[in-house]
């Protein structure tokens, strides 16, 4: 086509002159205009397989590293040149590939902190039996005196397991679960707690004060709610000392409903605050393992009341006491 329009453009001049161009100078124009749409072709299609190349190559790359992921090689990233949609899709794989790499490492420390919490009774359940096999003259005593240590150290585990169990439950837990949720009186929630959690707190010498006047009706699974509040309340009466008060105080705002859990005990250092929520972690682990504690209620709480699109707040200082606050939506069509 750029060859005929040059002839005819070439054929149109020289007719305005009045003259016609001889045969051979319009054989000259046609060649010349032949060999550029030529090399025109020649160097479009060079940068069209260029370009196609790099796209493959691109492409390559990343389906490689998808794979390797899908292998279980953690950690992978790609190279990201451009901003175009290819560059896109490698930026979205860099941010899945990120966040997988954080669930795996969490999945590797849950194994490893479970696995030891595990260990500890196991052990010391072993270390007392063998005491019992390995002395014939054993008096009597004694041996009531390691089956009852032993048979602590059972209900430890079978603390432990239970509230694994309880993660793994809150774990799998999808929109699906909505289907679940009825309208409950949160102040029944809490007065069960209260008269639950009285005994004990009697039984170590501190006040357990309950202020819930007003009926507040919400949307929630009554189960995952109770052992949520219940953990943190039990949390509270654990770290307080003896002779010290827990008091438990039930708030209804305009869209929302606050439990405050308010304790005078050891309270909780500014840089242990963010942490306590994390699964095994307890702020002293001398005090958590002569109360009984795994550092799993806390995570359990905080988990059920995510669940209840609700959040947990913390203020705390050492020496001073600590005070949590639930706070879940209201239902907003009564």
Not at 1 to 13: K, N, Y
Not at 32 to 57: N, Q
Not at 198 to 219: F, G, R, T, V, Y
Request: net charge negative; aromatic share 6%.
């Amino acid at each position: 086509m750029l060859a005929l329009s040059a002839v005819i453009g070439t054929c149109t001049i020289v007719r305005t002159g009045g003259r016609f161009a001889s045969a051979s100078k319009v054989l000259a124009l046609i060649a010349d205009s032949a060999f550029f749409s030529i090399v025109i072709t020649i160097v479009s299609g060079v940068m069209i397989v260029s370009f196609v190349g790099k796209i493959k190559k691109r492409l390559t790359d990343y389906t490689s590293s998808i794979k390797d992921m899908s292998d279980g090689k953690i950690g992978e990233k790609l190279e990201i040149t451009g901003n175009d949609e290819i560059s896109k899709l490698g930026k979205a794989f860099n941010d899945m590939s990120e966040k997988y790499s954080i669930i795996e490492a969490q999945r590797t420390e849950f194994v490893s902190n479970a696995s030891h919490e595990l260990k500890t009774p196991l052990s010391s359940i072993k270390l007392m039996a063998d005491s019992i096999i390995q002395t014939p003259e054993i008096e009597m005593d004694y041996v009531r005196e390691f089956l009852t240590d032993m048979n602590e150290e059972v209900e430890r585990l079978n603390r432990i397991v239970n509230k694994l169990l309880y993660i793994t439950k809150m774990d799998t837990l999808t929109e699906n679960m909505s289907g679940t949720l009825e309208l409950i009186n949160l102040k029944d929630v809490v007065m069960g707690i209260n008269k639950n959690l009285i005994p004990i707190a009697e039984k170590e010498s501190k006040q357990l004060i309950l202020n819930a006047d007003d009926d507040i009706l919400i949307m929630a699974n009554k189960d995952i709610l109770w052992q949520a509040v219940y953990n943190i309340i039990d949390n509270a009466l654990k770290y307080t000392s003896e002779q010290g008060k827990v008091e438990v105080t039930l708030i209804k705002e305009t869209k929302r409903a606050i439990i405050v859990v308010k304790d005078d005990g050891v309270g909780i250092a500014s840089e242990d605050v963010h942490r306590i929520f994390d699964r095994f972690y307890r702020v002293d682990k001398a005090r958590s393992r002569e109360t009984g504690g795994t550092g799993l209620g806390l995570s359990i709480a905080h988990s059920a009341i995510e669940f209840h699109n609700g959040s947990i707040e913390v203020t705390s200082r050492p020496g001073e006491g600590s005070e949590f606050k639930i706070i879940l939506p209201l239902v907003d069509w009564l």
